[in-house]
């Protein structure tokens, strides 16, 4: 595998990541609400679920979604199923206070990873994405070393990517005006997650 293909793999998905869908909106959310703490170790969970699927795809899963399509349709649905039901939680608990102290948010470190993870390895739409893409560029031949790399900086795209995210929206002025419209807020945002799970579970 050469730099050139490398980078270009590197940079396909810095593009991909940043690209509005469900991570961005749970980001969002999270840091305006629970605060930079929370929203970085969110921002993990999603680096952990990105690296997933690219290991996935490197070992042939996007190939076994081809032949054995009701897999895929199967879990396109328990992963539409899975944010809406994080839709629903939003919608439900829009009109709760928020606390305002985020030393008091209510989410542990390892729930807010499980909740990254789990956000984005419920879209097995993600392992087509880097399999249509690794068998241009990843060469059958490419070293362990270099696929290593490659997950790696895949890991790393997605995490800072999101940590980004996480202190653009736990900036002071974001915080505010989230607690000042919470619940016009969280049913919008609510709306697109579901959105976005009945787009992964229907197309």
Partial sequence: MTLAAFLTVVLIHLAA???PGPSFVVAARTAASEGFGTATALAFGFG???ALWA????AGLALLFQLFPALFAALKIVGGA???WIAFQMWRHAGDPLQDRRDLAPRSTFSA???GFLT???NPKTAVFFGAVFVGLVPADT?????AALLAAIFVNETLWYIVVARLFSLPKARATYIRAKAWIDRSFGLLIAGFGLNIALT
């Fill in 17 to 19: 990541a940043m690209s």
């Fill in 48 to 50: 952990l679920g990105a």
């Fill in 55 to 58: 290991t996935a795809a490197m």
């Fill in 82 to 84: 899975f944010l809406v």
């Fill in 113 to 115: 990873v499980r909740l």
């Fill in 120 to 122: 984005f390895a419920t």
């Fill in 143 to 147: 070293p362990l070393a270099a696929r």
